[in-house]
C-alpha cells in the first residue's frame, strides 16, 4: 500500500504520534471499525531496528542472470493453452490462512479455467527471485494465427506510425484494446490474485452480449501473481528483499523485468495494479506532484473517468463502516491535497504510463489483513476482511472492463496520440479546465510539464567516463524500448564533435518520456508540496556512471547514425603487458572479485584502479567476456613486475560482514563480494568474526542494543579489522567504536534526490561521477587528526532534483550540507553520507563502496 495524505495535514505532532502508534501495532481494526491501518510510508530497511537484510545468495544469483521472456513474438494464434505441472502443496504459505488460494493451487486453478473453453490462454512470463512461475492470463474471443499477425501489425503501427494508425479504419475498426490487470506486486496483500481469477472465470464462461463485445474487441491481461515469493511468505518483497513497485526503472528483479516486458509488448490502453489497505477504497488518479514527462492531459482524462466507475462499483457492493468497516472509496486527486503523487516512475502505473497506458490506476482495497492484523486477529474475522476485500477488488476489475468496452475507441485513440507527440516533437499539453473538461479542481498545482531536448548523446572515446558504463545504460534504455543509434563515423551537433561510435537518444520518438525521464537531470520540486510519497529524483544520466550530454537543439536527420539493438560489447584485453582494470562500474568490481576468489595477485595502483600481473591474461580473457570489461596496457609506471610493483597495494579477497539493507545487500552480490548478513539478533545469537574481514553497516545493528558478549566480540573484531559505515546507523557504530574522529549531522529525514559533489581524488573517490544520491542525508563536521574528505557535498544548494526542505527550525536543510563533506576515511574506517547502493540503482556509485571496502580491509 501508500499511505494517503488527510486533505488538511496533519500537525507534525499528531503525525509524529500516529507513526508510534503504528509503529507499535496499535491501529487494527475491530470487526465494525471505520478506520483501516493507514501506515506511514516506510523506506527500505527501516522497518525493523535488528534486522537487517537476509536474502539468500541463491536469489540474487537468480536475479542477476534470469532471461527476460519475449510474450509478443508468436505468431500462434488464441488461446495458447498448455498444461501446467503442479507446484508442491506448502502448507507454509501465509495466504492459506486468509482463506485465499495459495500459490501451489495457481497452476492447477489455471488448467481448470483452460478447460473450460476456448477464451482462456496461460503463458509464462518468467521465473521469481525465488524460482516461482509467473503466469500471465490472457483471456479474449478466439484468434487465427492470421488474426493474431493483423494484431501484431495493429499494435506496431499504433507505436511506431501513430499517424498512420490515426487515419487507419482497420486500427478503429479491428484492433483489440489491450487491458492490463496486475495483481499481488506486494506479496501480503494478497486479494487481487483471488478477484482476478474470479472474474478470469466468469469472462471464460459467461454468455452475456456485453461479455462477448468486450472480448471480441479486447484482450485482457492479468498477471496472477506479481510477486510469488511474498505471497507465500506473506511479506512486502519478494525473496531479494525488493519492494517490487519501487524497482520499474531499475529492473533489478526478474519479477520488475517480466512486468516491464508485458507492458512493451502487449502495450496496455488501460491497467489497474491492486493493492492493500488502505479504508476507504483508494483509486487514483493522485495528489500533486504530477510527473513531468507523462501526457498528462490525456492520462489525467482516462484515469479520472474510470476511477469514476470503479468509485460507483465499490460503493455500490453495499458495504457500510457501521456493518463491516468499510469506509466509502476515495480518489486522491479529488479528495486529498498532497501525500500520493505520481512524481516518480518507479510505480506500475506510472511506468506504464510511458508505454501508452491512457488510464492507469493503483487501487488499495479496504480491509487491513497483514501485519499485526494477520498475526493477532481470530481466522474468522481475517477471513471477514479478505472475502470483502476479494468482492471490492472485483468490483474494481468489472467496472474497469465497462470502462474499456465502452471507451476503447477513444483509449486507443489517446493512446495513438502519446506516441505521435513523442515521435513528431508534438508540445505537451498543459491541464486545464478547458483541456481535461469533466475532471473538476484542475489548478497551477497540477501543471507539470517539461522541455524535452532535441536529443542526448552518450559519447564514444576518451569523452566517456566509463564505456562498460555507457554500454550497460544503452542496453538498459534498449531493453526499455528506448531507441538508440549509433554514429558510424564522427559528426558534429549542436557547436560540438563526437567520435565514431558516440551513442545518440533522438528525442522524437514514442516513447520520448520514457527516455527523458531515465536521462534527464530531473527537477528539484522542494517547493512545490510539503511532503513526498517516495524519491523524487533518479537520474541516470548522472547517477549510472557514465557521461550524457543534452542537446537542446540541432538537427539529427544528417547524421551518420544507425539503429541499435544492443550495445557492442566492451570487453577486451591488451595483448601484451601488465594490464589495468579501472573500477569505475559494478561490473568492473565483479571481475576484480572474481581474479581475487581465484588467486590471482592483484594490486591496487593510485588512480582507482587495479594491475593484473601478463602472467593472469587467461583469466582476465576469462573476465572480460563474462563480465564484459576492459584490460588495458598498465604501462612501465605499473608493470607488475617492475621496480614500481612495491608501490602496489596488494589485494586480496574479501569477505564482508553486512548489516544493510536489502538493496544494498544485492549490489553487494552484484559486485561479487563474499557476503554474510548480520544484525543485532544475530550477533546476539553468537557470530563467528572469523568469516569476515571487514564490517559494513548501515541497518538493523545497535551497538547499544547487543547483549554484553556480543558487543565485546564486535569491538574485538574493529579493534584489528574496518568498518565501512552509511548514514546514521554506520555513523553511530563509529562513534562506538571511536574508529573516526568526527561529527555526523542528519539532515531532514525526509530528504532525497540526486545532489552535486566534489570528489578529492582519494582511494575511495577517485574518478567518481560528480554527482550522487541521498535519502536521509548526513554529511560530517569536525574532522580530527588522520580523517581524510573523500568528497564533499557542493557549495550552496547542491540539491539537482528530487525534495529536500529544512526542518522546522531550519535546520537539516541543502544549504547546510553545502561544502560539507559527504564520505569520509581514515586507517580504519570510510563513512558514507550519501546513499551509494540505494535499491540497487545508482550504478555509477556502487564503486565507492567496493573502493572503501578494499581499503580498509588491506590497511590492517
Known sequence: ???????????????????????????????????????????????????????????????????????????????????????????????????????????????????????????????????????????????????????????????????????????KSGYKTPVFFNSNIHGNEWEGTDAALSVIEHLATDTDAGTKDLLAHSRIYFNITANPDGRIAGTRANANGFDLNRDLVTASQPEARAMRQIAIDKQPAVMLDLHGYVNGTLIEPTTPPHGENYEYDLFLKNTYANALGMEAAVNGLGYTPAADGVEPAQIPFRDQQEGWDDWPPIFTPQYAAFHGTVAAHTVEIPLNVNGTAYDTLPVTELRRRSAINVDVAGAALRATLDFARTHRTSLIADQIEVFRRGA?????????????????????????????????????????????????LVDHLIANDVRVTRAARGFRLAGRSYPKGSFVVDLRQPKRGLANVMLADGRDISDKVSTMYDISGWSLGRLWGATVERVESGGLSALPLRAVDAAPRAGRVAARGDLRLRLGTPQEVAALNSLLKQGVPVRQDGDGGVVVPASARAKAVEAARAYDVSFDAAGAARDVSSGAAARGVPLRRVRVAAAVTPGELFALREMNFDVVPVSTAILDAGFDWSAADVLFVSSGLDHAALTP??????????????????????????????????????????????????????????????????????????????????????????????????????????TAAGGRASVVSGPRAVLFGTEPLFRDHPKGEFPQVARALLTVSREL
Open 1 to 171: 500500500m501508500r499511505l494517503p495524505k488527510p486533505r488538511r495535514p496533519l500537525p507534525r505532532a499528531a503525525l509524529l504520534a500516529a507513526v508510534a502508534a503504528v509503529a507499535a501495532g496499535s491501529l487494527v481494526l475491530a470487526p465494525t471499525s471505520a478506520t483501516a491501518d493507514r501506515r506511514p510510508p516506510v523506506r527500505e530497511g527501516a522497518a525493523a531496528a535488528d534486522s537487517a537484510a537476509r536474502a539468500p545468495a541463491s536469489a540474487a544469483r537468480a536475479a542477476l542472470t534470469a532471461p527476460v521472456t519475449g510474450l509478443s513474438a508468436s505468431t500462434r494464434g488464441y488461446p495458447r493453452q498448455q498444461v501446467l505441472t503442479p507446484d508442491p502443496v506448502n502448507l507454509a504459505d501465509k495466504s492459506i490462512k486468509l482463506g485465499l488460494t495459495p500459490y501451489h493451487a495457481i497452476a492447477p486453478k489455471l488448467n481448470a479455467l483452460q478447460r473450460l473453453g476456448d477464451r482462456v490462454s496461460v503463458e509464462v512470463a518468467g521465473r521469481s527471485a525465488g524460482g516461482h512461475r509467473l503466469f500471465l492470463v490472457t483471456v479474449t474471443a478466439p484468434e487465427s494465427a492470421a488474426r493474431t499477425r493483423a494484431q501484431e501489425r495493429m499494435r506496431e503501427l499504433i507505436e511506431n506510425a501513430p499517424g498512420a494508425a490515426a487515419g487507419d479504419p482497420a486500427v
Open 709 to 814: 558478549a556480543a558487543r565485546s566480540a564486535l569491538d574485538t573484531f574493529l579493534g584489528t579489522h574496518g568498518l565501512v559505515g552509511r548514514g546514521a546507523t554506520g555513523a553511530a557504530l563509529n562513534a562506538a567504536a571511536g574508529l573516526l574522529d568526527v561529527r555526523p549531522v542528519e539532515g531532514n529525514q525526509d530528504a532525497n534526490g540526486v545532489v552535486r559533489v566534489v570528489n578529492s581524488g582519494g582511494s575511495v573517490t577517485a574518478g567518481a561521477p560528480d554527482h550522487s544520491f541521498v535519502y536521509a542525508p548526513v554529511w560530517f563536521t569536525d574532522p580530527g587528526p588522520g580523517v581524510r574528505v573523500e568528497q564533499s557535498y557542493a557549495a550552496g544548494d547542491p540539491l539537482v532534483s528530487g525534495h529536500w526542505r529544512p526542518l522546522a527550525d531550519g535546520s537539516g536543510g541543502p
Open 424 to 472: 513528431t516533437g508534438a508540445a505537451q499539453v498543459p491541464v486545464s479546465a478547458e483541456t481535461v473538461p469533466g475532471v473538476p479542481g484542475i489548478g497551477p498545482e497540477d501543471v507539470y510539464t517539461t522541455d524535452f531536448p532535441s536529443a542526448y548523446v552518450i559519447p564514444a572515446g576518451a569523452a566517456q567516463r566509463s564505456g562498460a558504463a555507457a554500454a550497460r
